[in-house]
């Protein structure tokens, strides 16, 4: 079983950055994809970027391309996610999740996992 916990939400205006985090425990860590979602009030649960733990292998949703950055530390096992030049779009609860399979993109697209995290905040005001 994975266990992972996210820390890094919080309140930003709009333009700002927030790092969010996700310590990973467990075995075989290497079998697995890990994402971060949202769940922005009134909406669905929604694939926001996923990386491989065994390759280079990310996606993004196309709404943060080219304002969020995923990154995994394998000795560290940890997952984060810069966000930069938030905005309230962005508002939502974040999680991050493990996913026993390898196709990125399917995780991300479809809001898969196995294991989730408890969720922290983001709110972005305008």
């Known amino acids: 079983q994975v266990q992972l916990v996210e820390t890094g939400g919080g309140s930003v205006q709009s333009g700002g950055s927030l790092r969010l985090s996700c310590a990973l425990s467990?075995?075989?860590?290497?079998?697995?994809?890990i994402g971060w979602f949202r769940r922005a009030p009134g909406k669905d649960r929604e694939g926001v970027s996923c990386?491989?733990?065994?390759?280079?292998?990310?996606y993004y949703d196309d709404s943060v391309t080219g304002r969020f950055t995923i990154s995994r530390d394998n000795s560290k096992n940890t997952v984060s996610l810069q966000m930069n030049n938030l905005k309230p779009d962005d508002t939502a609860v974040y999680y991050c999740?493990?996913?026993?399979?390898?196709?990125?993109?399917?995780?991300?697209?479809?809001?898969?996992?196995?294991?989730w995290g408890q969720g922290t905040h983001v709110t972005v005001s305008s």
């Open positions: 990386v491989s733990w065994r390759d280079d292998s990310t």
């Open positions: 467990g075995p075989s860590l290497n079998y697995y994809t």
């Open positions: 999740a493990a996913a026993f399979m390898q196709d990125v993109q399917r995780i991300c697209v479809e809001a898969l996992g196995d294991y």
